[in-house]
């Protein structure tokens, strides 16, 4: 245990803090950590940086003391380019956030496989004897093979589906077929069923669904997007709802909330959920950031770094 606290900095909005002031000095004590945890400690003498994009630290220049800031979300798109940033930069890679992406992707993905819409709005008295095909004839790829992206695929392999995971370094991966790179993405995309998209928001994957790879796609396939809005082209996409795209679930976009006037809420083959596939959840999560903090403590790398050239 250090002599004098460690002062962390909590930098992320209001509605976070009741929730984390309880689970961080939790998560500290666990680790042995002596840490004094505000919102409002004079910039010059912060040690850490717990962050979100919502948070009140737009400029980092005067935190000069500062050995890294933590963010609290998994995707960086929103801080990573910031140029007052120079301090090491760690995403969230929470086991909380990952069950719960886990869980919706696989909601959303059985609800489309199985045909489930067709009961719940045909309760009318037709008896529709619709049987699904089983999973292992529903192949379903994920743009994506992070930590999001391996767990869910991996899921989705248990369930009997047959796994295309696209990445941009090559991987190997059990039960799951690995494409990588540009080369890959073509046969990643082509006769998917369903396709799920969990990159990050870089200039390399922006618009990565356009009108050309949707095309790809299977007759009838559906479109899941729990990553960024901008992964996919807008317009493009809802001219392929017209054609081979049944259906699109869409949980994030390029403006949210997404605005009520948008046409993605009337759709009929579109599901809007509001950002919430899976969130932080404060008390695994608090583990990661004390994890890192004692990391830095004992001059071990910090996990999860962001590559900022990279965007992610
Ligand atoms: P990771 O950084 O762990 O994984 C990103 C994956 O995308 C990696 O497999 C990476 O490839 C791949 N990738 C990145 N760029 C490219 C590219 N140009 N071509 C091909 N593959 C590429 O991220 P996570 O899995 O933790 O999170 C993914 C995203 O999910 C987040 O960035 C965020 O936007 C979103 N998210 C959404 C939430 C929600 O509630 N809707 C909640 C949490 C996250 P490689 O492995 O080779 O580096």
């Known amino acids: 245990m250090s002599s004098t606290p460690i002062k962390v900095l909590f930098s992320a909005g209001d509605a976070a803090w009741p929730a984390y002031r309880k689970a961080l000095p939790k998560a500290f004590a666990q680790h042995n ?15 850490y940086i717990v962050a979100a994009p919502n948070g009140p630290v737009r400029d980092f220049t005067p935190y000069t003391r500062c050995k890294a800031v933590l963010n609290l979300w998994a995707g960086v798109e929103d801080i990573a380019p910031n140029r007052t940033l120079t301090q090491p930069l760690a995403r969230m890679v929470d086991p909380g956030l990952t069950a719960g992406m886990v869980e919706w992707v696989v909601a959303h993905t059985l609800r489309h496989h199985m045909g489930i819409d067709l009961h719940i709005h045909g309760q009318d008295g037709q008896w529709r004897d619709h049987v699904p095909p089983l999973a ?3 192949p379903v790829t994920i743009l994506g093979l992070g930590e999001l992206g391996t767990a869910c695929a991996q899921a989705l392999a248990q369930l009997g589906f047959p796994v295309t995971g696209w990445s941009r370094t090559a991987k190997s991966i059990d039960n ?25 928001l870089t200039d390399a994957t922006e618009n990565i669904l356009n009108a050309q790879t949707l095309a790809l796609l299977a007759d009838g396939a559906f ?3 729990p990553g960024r809005g901008p992964l996919i ?9 017209d054609r081979n795209i049944a259906h699109a679930t869409l949980d994030v976009f390029r403006t949210e909330p ?26 695994t999560s608090a583990l990661c950031i004390a994890d890192n903090i004692a990391r830095g403590e004992a001059g071990r790398p910090f996990a999860h770094l962001v590559d900022r050239a990279r965007g992610y």
């Open 176 to 200: 799951v077929t690995c494409l990588s790179g540009d080369e890959g993405l073509t046969p990643a995309l082509q006769d998917a069923e369903i396709v799920v998209l969990l990159l990050p």
């Open 136 to 138: 292992q004839d529903r």
């Open 233 to 241: 082209d807008d317009g493009a996409l809802l001219a392929a709802l």
């Open 258 to 283: 997404l605005p009520a006037d948008h046409p993605f809420w009337a759709h009929p083959q579109v599901t809007v959920t509001p950002h919430i596939a899976s969130a932080t959840r404060p008390e």
């Open 33 to 47: 950590l002596d840490v004094d945890l505000a919102r409002d400690h004079a910039p010059g003498t912060v040690d």
């Open 223 to 225: 479109v899941i997007n």
